[in-house]
């Protein structure tokens, strides 16, 4: 009979031996091929990465700093995240408490008469109860892993949004400062648009320039007009946007200019495997699969059985006997052991349903880092395209102005119409302002390309 049971316990422990595993991160993950080959100026070595430098290194502008320092003490997303870590920071210190047997303290009294008599019998308890649950098949143990793997996923999305914020503070400045810029030059055609009026109107007055002439120049002026104002409304929204994701009221921006920013010249993109440890996101889509997995292993424990161990300790008045009431200690002890049997198919389905939920936290994570590579790769083409654009409309700046410049002289010689120079000026304007664009798409891009791979995240 003997050996029996100890066969029985063993074939037990055998099939209880995964319940103990700790998680292992999947094999299977897409990382070959991840990034795409380019043409910009990235390198993938595993090395120092551009997602490795901390964020004061790659922006230089002191007045940006100021603006990611406030904005990582003030702004709501961020402190929501921090709270989410103190939580799950209490939950894993009572999981690991939960190994310790419990105490409670329960005292009793009664206050007992016989036949409506005057004389009351008196009775009191001061006991101390204790439970003790004996994690034999890891139930306590998968669970304490799993808040262990709750509180690195919320770690990973506080770092997440921190991320997230620093790009985002970062774009919106980038973006001020192109207003700025576009202002600027709108600003300068503007009133070369308007002396170009008064002298048309006085060469009308003197005849040498028609009427139909004078009026198609004032309506460019005001279109001139409209776009600036346009330019300003778009400038108060950007600054609006910034002071609300800064956790500020609504207020102007200390800022530089587009032209002191500085990019980096080389771009380091790392191997696709350096995404699993730097990824905010993708860590934490790791641990919520880590999570998922001990989960799982609760499952399978709630087949084994459960020993709890209680009892009793304490002191009371009586005994038993309704006279003297003599006091004395009481002690009891007592060790439950229950195996489930049948249940209604409940931990059958409770199986089932963990392990579908592992298997969907594992794509959601293998989904995550395609995603991390679709931004890298994005990212990468995006600045080399921005690159190309602004070599591209700085020559095209270098010609139209010297068309500008021949248009106008023979303008007012009386060898080129109106309708020439318009087009000319109109022309250069579009190709200035497209240059300022370039470089604020050049300073996105690898904002964006600092943010895929994991920057600013610490």
């Given at each position: 009979?003997?050996?029996?049971?100890?066969?029985l316990?063993?074939?037990?422990?055998?099939a209880?031996?995964?319940?103990?595993?700790?998680?292992?991160?999947?094999?299977?993950?897409?990382?070959?091929?991840?990034?795409?080959?380019?043409?910009s100026?990235?390198?993938?070595?595993?090395s120092?990465?551009?997602?490795?430098?901390?964020?004061?290194?790659?922006f230089r502008?002191?007045?940006?700093?100021?603006?990611?320092?406030?904005?990582?003490?003030?702004?709501t997303?961020?402190?929501?995240?921090?709270?989410?870590?103190?939580?799950?920071?209490?939950?894993?210190?009572?999981?690991?408490?939960?190994?310790?047997?419990?105490l409670?303290?329960?005292?009793?009294g009664?206050?007992?008469?016989?036949?409506?008599?005057?004389?009351?019998?008196?009775?009191?308890?001061?006991?101390?109860?204790?439970?003790?649950e004996?994690?034999?098949?890891?139930?306590?143990?998968?669970?304490?892993?799993?808040?262990q793997?709750v509180?690195?996923?919320?770690?990973?999305y506080?770092?997440?949004v921190?991320?997230?914020?620093?790009?985002?503070?970062?774009?919106d400045y980038?973006?001020l400062?192109?207003?700025?810029?576009q202002?600027?030059?709108?600003?300068?055609?503007?009133?070369?648009?308007?002396?170009?009026v008064?002298?048309?109107?006085?060469?009308?007055?003197?005849?040498?320039?028609?009427?139909?002439?004078?009026?198609?120049?004032?309506a460019?002026?005001?279109?001139?007009?409209?776009?600036?104002?346009?330019?300003?409304?778009q400038q108060?929204e950007?600054?609006?946007?910034?002071?609300?994701l800064?956790?500020?009221?609504?207020?102007?921006?200390r800022r530089?200019s587009?032209?002191e920013q500085?990019?980096p010249?080389?771009?380091?993109?790392?191997?696709?495997?350096r995404?699993?440890?730097?990824?905010p996101?993708?860590m934490?889509?790791e641990?919520?699969?880590?999570?998922?997995?001990?989960?799982?292993?609760?499952?399978?424990?709630?087949f084994y059985p459960?020993?709890?161990?209680?009892?009793?300790?304490?002191?009371?008045?009586?005994?038993?006997e309704?006279?003297?009431?003599?006091?004395?200690w009481?002690?009891?002890?007592?060790?439950?052991?229950?195996?489930p049997i049948?249940?209604?198919?409940?931990?059958v389905?409770?199986?089932?349903?963990?392990?579908?939920?592992e298997?969907?936290a594992?794509?959601?994570?293998q989904q995550?880092?395609l995603?991390?590579?679709?931004?890298?790769?994005?990212?990468?083409?995006?600045?080399?395209?921005?690159?190309?654009?602004?070599?591209?409309?700085?020559k095209?700046?270098t010609?139209?102005?010297?068309?500008?410049?021949?248009?106008?002289?023979?303008?007012?010689?009386g060898?080129?119409?109106?309708?020439e120079?318009?087009?000319?000026q109109?022309?250069?304007?579009?190709?200035r302002?497209?240059?300022?664009?370039?470089?604020?798409?050049?300073l996105?891009?690898?904002?964006?390309?600092?943010?895929?791979?994991?920057?600013?995240?610490?």
């Amino acid at each position: 009979m003997r050996k029996i049971v100890y066969a029985l316990l063993g074939v037990v422990l055998l099939a209880s031996c995964s319940i103990y595993r700790k998680y292992e991160r999947p094999e299977d993950l897409p990382l070959d091929g991840l990034y795409r080959d380019n043409d910009s100026t990235a390198v993938a070595e595993d090395s120092l990465t551009l997602g490795d430098l901390p964020w004061r290194e790659l922006f230089r502008d002191s007045l940006l700093q100021d603006l990611i320092c406030y904005g990582l003490e003030h702004n709501t997303d961020m402190q929501v995240a921090l709270l989410r870590v103190d939580q799950a920071q209490a939950q894993l210190k009572a999981a690991k408490l939960s190994f310790l047997p419990s105490l409670t303290f329960a005292p009793q009294g009664a206050l007992n008469s016989t036949d409506g008599g005057k004389t009351a019998l008196k009775t009191y308890e001061l006991p101390v109860q204790a439970s003790w649950e004996i994690d034999l098949f890891g139930n306590l143990l998968n669970a304490k892993r799993g808040t262990q793997a709750v509180l690195l996923q919320q770690e990973a999305y506080k770092r997440a949004v921190c991320s997230g914020l620093v790009a985002s503070i970062a774009n919106d400045y980038y973006t001020l400062l192109m207003l700025d810029e576009q202002i600027g030059i709108s600003s300068s055609a503007l009133e070369l648009w308007k002396e170009q009026v008064r002298l048309m109107e006085a060469m009308l007055r003197v005849g040498e320039e028609t009427e139909n002439a004078v009026t198609q120049a004032r309506a460019n002026l005001y279109a001139l007009e409209a776009t600036h104002n346009d330019l300003l409304r778009q400038q108060r929204e950007a600054e609006n946007a910034l002071c609300t994701l800064l956790g500020m009221v609504s207020q102007p921006i200390r800022r530089g200019s587009l032209a002191e920013q500085v990019l980096p010249e080389q771009l380091n993109i790392g191997i696709p495997v350096r995404l699993l440890s730097k990824r905010p996101d993708v860590m934490q889509a790791e641990m919520a699969l880590a999570e998922a997995y001990y989960t799982t292993n609760q499952a399978r424990s709630a087949f084994y059985p459960q020993l709890v161990l209680s009892g009793n300790a304490g002191w009371t008045n009586s005994l038993g006997e309704a006279v003297t009431n003599p006091g004395g200690w009481i002690l009891s002890a007592v060790a439950s052991l229950a195996q489930p049997i049948f249940n209604r198919g409940k931990l059958v389905s409770n199986l089932r349903v963990s392990k579908d939920e592992e298997e969907i936290a594992k794509l959601n994570y293998q989904q995550a880092l395609l995603d991390a590579g679709e931004e890298v790769n994005n990212a990468l083409y995006a600045s080399a395209s921005a690159q190309r654009n602004w070599e591209i409309h700085t020559k095209q700046c270098t010609e139209l102005e010297r068309t500008a410049e021949t248009s106008e002289a023979l303008y007012l010689t009386g060898n080129a119409s109106y309708l020439e120079l318009l087009t000319a000026q109109q022309s250069l304007l579009d190709a200035r302002l497209n240059v300022a664009s370039d470089r604020f798409t050049q300073l996105q891009s690898v904002i964006n390309l600092y943010s895929a791979l994991g920057g600013g995240s610490e």
